[in-house]
């Protein structure tokens, strides 16, 4: 398993913009998941990234305001959120999982893999709100 540690949450009004980091050795063998979970909710799969970063997934929720990504020589991923909206507070995790093999549909059929029981490894959370 990866030891996943995730960081960038915290407070911001409607319109704002956080980057969340989730750092892990090893983490390029992997594909990355980004979910959140608000309180008496299921876990959402948010967004998922190939291992060389060069396919990608968005849920409706959050595309066009959200932004993977992720440098491996670092062991890095991050998730750039923007325009928050309230709806969006929550606790996001990172969570690792093998490669699917998508090829070039990554971005269509991204959330066939996006299953939390497929995600091996995860992060403790971190709090995101946005509020007025």
């Known amino acids: 398993q990866v030891h996943l540690v995730e960081s960038g949450g915290g407070s911001v009004q409607p319109g704002g913009s956080l980057r969340l980091s989730c750092a892990a050795s090893?983490?390029?063998?992997?594909?990355i998941g980004w979910f959140r979970q608000a309180p008496g909710k299921e876990r959402e799969g948010v967004s998922l990234?190939?291992?060389?970063?060069?396919?990608?997934y968005y849920a409706d929720s959050v595309k066009g305001r959200f932004t993977v990504s992720r440098d491996n020589r670092r062991s890095m991923a991050y998730l750039q959120m923007n325009n928050l909206k309230p709806e969006d507070t929550a606790v996001y995790y990172c969570?690792?999982?093998?490669?699917?093999?998508?090829?070039?549909?990554?971005?269509?059929?991204?959330?066939?893999?996006?299953?939390?029981?497929?995600?091996?490894?995860w992060g403790q959370g971190t709090q995101v709100t946005v509020s007025s």
């Open positions: 090893g983490l390029g063998y992997y594909a």
């Open positions: 990234i190939s291992r060389s970063g060069g396919g990608t």
């Open positions: 969570a690792t999982r093998d490669e699917p093999d998508l090829g070039a549909t990554w971005s269509l059929l991204g959330y066939l893999f996006l299953n939390p029981v497929d995600f091996g490894s």
